[in-house]
């Protein structure tokens, strides 16, 4: 990607948790467009991301990138599909990226997202030094 001229903004304009869209529905109204951090349950599996480059043109010629840090930490091209997916993630703190490239080269600006996915309790430091104390006392 060359940085010519920065295009249109890019936007999520959707995220699924294990199947289920966080964005306003009659069950779900508190959907925050503009958020920055998403927190995930240790049961919260897998996720979709929905990603649009705001402009005018031809859809089918813009070109996305996107990468997980702490996950995969380089560019990922999928061409013109929107929808990056991701499942079976670690507890712990991520942030997806994403940008887009228009027909003419222009780039957009890099958005982002944190991601912090709590740990299962057997996980967590706690849970492990109880678990040798209790092992050690025996």
């Known amino acids: 990607y060359n940085s010519r001229r920065k295009s249109a903004k890019i936007i999520l304009t959707n995220i699924e948790v294990n199947n289920k869209s966080l964005f306003p529905t009659a069950n779900n109204p508190t959907w925050v467009p503009n958020m920055d951090t998403l927190y995930l349950e240790p049961h919260e599996d897998n996720v979709n991301f929905e990603i649009t480059l705001l402009n005018f043109n031809d859809n089918q010629l813009i070109n996305y990138q996107h990468k997980l840090i702490g996950f995969d930490d380089h560019w990922i091209e999928t061409g013109n599909r929107r929808v990056v997916s991701y499942s079976k993630l ?20 890099i958005s982002r997202l944190v991601i912090i996915k709590k740990l299962h309790f057997y996980e967590t430091l706690v849970f492990k030094i109880v678990s040798v104390l209790f092992f050690v006392l025996l």
């Open 90 to 109: 670690d507890g712990g703190k991520y942030t997806f990226e994403y940008r887009a490239k228009d027909i003419y080269g222009n780039v957009s600006e």
